[in-house]
T-cell receptor, first 113, second 116 residues
Framework: KNEVEQSPQNLTAQEGEFITINCSYS?????LHWLQQHPGGGIVSLFM???GKKKHGRLIATINIQEKHSSLHITASHPRDSAVYIC???????????????FGQGTILTVHP | DTGVSQNPRHKITKRGQNVTFRCDPI?????LYWYRQTLGQGPEFLTY????????KSRLLSDRFSAERPKGSFSTLEIQRTEQGDSAMYLC??????????????FGPGTRLTVL
């Protein structure tokens, strides 16, 4: 079992729909990251959070430390939101954490007009 | 542009050849990471530098792989005697000093390696 699991692996939506991507992890973490990757490879950091909830524009990220679960929500989805969304955690190892990331396999989101 | 840059963006090589990739992090970032991403998968950690010190290496990094960051600025990743299984996107990321558990990481565009 991977340390970071995302669901769904693929998600298709119509423009305007509310979207949720889920992430579960099995290790102790110092932070959880949500990243966006467009075709061609470029990765952009969307959120880094260790508790609670963060919001940026139409994007909302939440984390439940006790349940080791995080969600990324997109409100009023738009075709330009089409991308791969990746959950990643920075975890403690032997009492230290250099911030290296362990990634989920990604969720491919396609939003149709 | 003051983001993370990587060169080359694409590299095609024949099996058995050596290749070297370069990463230039954001100038004030002392932490630098290399990751590898194969098609359809999330990236995997390869190695980490804090300033010029290589503090962690993944078991994925075989003896054919070596990375350096000689002056704590740019970093190079070399693969010797390339194999077809080395074909992947090689990603570099940097982050600023400060929080022990890590900060937000800024990614470069990646170098896509194809080994024929």
């Amino acid at each position: 079992k991977n340390e970071v699991e995302q669901s769904p692996q693929n998600l298709t939506a119509q423009e305007g729909e509310f979207i949720t991507i889920n992430c579960s992890y099995s290790v102790g973490i110092s932070a959880l990251h949500w990243l966006q990757q467009h075709p061609g490879g470029g990765i952009v950091s969307l959120f880094m959070l260790s508790s609670g909830k963060k919001k940026h524009g139409r994007l909302i990220a939440t984390i439940n430390i006790q349940e080791k679960h995080s969600s990324l929500h997109i409100t009023a989805s738009h075709p330009r939101d089409s991308a791969v969304y990746i959950c990643a955690v920075s975890s403690y190892a032997g009492g230290t954490s250099y911030g290296k990331l362990t990634f989920g396999q990604g969720t491919i989101l396609t939003v149709h007009p | 542009d003051t983001g993370v840059s990587q060169n080359p963006r694409h590299k095609i090589t024949k099996r058995g050849q050596n290749v070297t990739f370069r990463c230039d992090p954001i100038s004030e970032h002392n932490r630098l990471y290399w990751y590898r991403q194969t098609l359809g998968q999330g990236p995997e950690f390869l190695t980490y530098f804090q300033n010029e010190a290589q503090l962690e290496k993944s078991r994925l990094l075989s003896d054919r792989f070596s990375a350096e960051r000689p002056k704590g600025s740019f970093s190079t990743l070399e693969i010797q005697r390339t194999e077809q299984g080395d074909s992947a996107m090689y990603l570099c990321a940097s982050s600023p000093p400060g929080i022990a558990g890590g900060n937000e990481q800024f990614f470069g565009p990646g170098t896509r390696l194809t080994v024929l």
